[in-house]
Structure formats: C-alpha cells, structure tokens
T-cell receptor, first 116, second 107 residues
Framework: DAGITQSPRYKITETGRQVTLMCHQTWSHSYMFWYRQDLGHGLRLIYYSAAADITDKGEVPDGYVVSRSKTENFPLTLESATRSQTSVYFC???????????????FGPGTRLTVT | KNEVEQSPQNLTAQEGEFITINCSYS?????LHWLQQHPGGGIVSLFMLSSGKKKHGRLIATINIQEKHSSLHITASHPRDSAVYIC?????????FGTGTSLTVIP
C-alpha cells in the first residue's frame, strides 16, 4: 500500500523492556521523523533522519534509539521502556526539511504505547 | 517555554459561523504549518506557508512574518470541521508544535 504505515498500532509493554516501533513509507521521501504526542505538550520531535544512515536528535531524544539502514524504514527503539514513555508516537516523512517554501510532512496513523 | 502558542485552546461554534484560530511563535522560521488532527487521531497537513495567504476551499491561512503571527480561518463552519488544529513551525533543523486548538462545530 502506498503511503506511510506504522506498526504496531497498539502496544503494551512492561517497564525495562525493549520495544521497537516500526515506520515504513513508500514515497522514497528523504526525510523521516518520529514524534511523541502527550496531553499538555502537543507533538514533540524525538529524532529525525535526512537520508539513509543519517540521523539527528530532536527535542526529546533521551531513552530512544533510531536507525535508518534503508530509505523507506525508520524504526524507533525504546531500549529500556519507562512509564514516562507512555505516549502516542507518530512517524512522518517529507521530501525535504527547510527552504523558502518548506516541505509538507505526511504523518502515519500513530502507535499508542503503554508502559506498565 | 513554548516556541509556539495557540489560542484559543478550545472553541465551540455553531454550524455556519466564521472561525479564527491564532498562532504566535517566538523563533525565526522558514515555514509555518497548519495541521488537522481528526478525532480518530490521524494528522493531515492543511497548509504550509512562509508568507502571505493561502486558501483551500473554506479554509484560509495567513501569516505575518514581522509580527510572528499566523491565523487559520474557517468560513461557513460545518460539524465535519470538528477536530484539533495544530500550528507548527520549521526553525532551522527543528520543528516546534503548538498544543492545538480543539474545535467543536455544533449542528
């Protein structure tokens, strides 16, 4: 299917466990992003990637690891999940980052993660 | 501190009313985005602008770079416009988001 997909859509895990959230896009967009959305904070950027094998930190990167071995995939790993990481996670992709007109972002459907 | 502030946080309108949502930002930006988040959670991009005004159907977005302010207008509002509207800015290699305006349009 064309577009951007995330899996799983819902996940419950225990404190201390490692969990990986998957993101896949079919547009060959160079940029991909991971956000978390929490009540009272809105969306916050965790990590982004400008291309395969190029990643950079966002506003709230602590406790998360990303990789991008292929352009179409951008997994997010919580190495040792904590309750504070309970959130809704959105992946997004874009043809670029900045410039005179900016670039539109396309969002995945989100993954609701609960850490018990 | 919040780099992006939106007002109002919540808004209820009668069907047909003209609606305005405001966004102020404190950083230098290359672009401003308006997003719509549906009750089911999905997020779609409505507008991306760096100057002037854009219109799409009943939606109009304006930006004043000097005042660091943008507005999203909805004309002839409809219950299907009920959603959370989010303002975001691209600043260098970062994105900053407002906390959103929850709009409810009553038939």
């Amino acid at each position: 299917d064309a577009g951007i997909t995330q899996s799983p859509r819902y996940k419950i895990t225990e404190t201390g466990r490692q969990v990986t959230l998957m993101c896949h896009q079919t547009w060959s967009h160079s940029y991909m992003f991971w956000y978390r959305q929490d009540l009272g904070h809105g969306l916050r950027l965790i990590y982004y990637s400008a291309a395969a094998d190029i990643t950079d930190k966002g506003e709230v990167p602590d406790g998360y690891v990303v990789s991008r071995s292929k352009t179409e995939n951008f997994p997010l790993t919580l190495e040792s999940a904590t309750r504070s990481q309970t959130s809704v996670y959105f992946c997004a992709s874009s043809g670029g980052l900045a410039g005179p007109l900016g670039y539109e972002q396309y969002f995945g459907p989100g993954t609701r993660l609960t850490v018990t | 501190k919040n780099e992006v502030e939106q007002s109002p946080q919540n808004l209820t309108a009668q069907e047909g009313e003209f609606i305005t949502i405001n966004c102020s930002y404190s950083v230098g930006i290359s672009a401003l985005h308006w997003l719509q988040q549906h009750p089911g959670g999905g997020i779609v991009s409505l507008f991306m602008l760096s100057s002037g005004k854009k219109k799409h159907g009943r939606l109009i977005a304006t930006i004043n770079i000097q005042e660091k302010h943008s507005s999203l207008h909805i004309t002839a509002s409809h219950p299907r416009d009920s959603a959370v509207y989010i303002c975001a800015v691209t600043a260098g290699n970062q994105f900053y988001f407002g906390t959103g305006t929850s709009l409810t349009v009553i038939p």
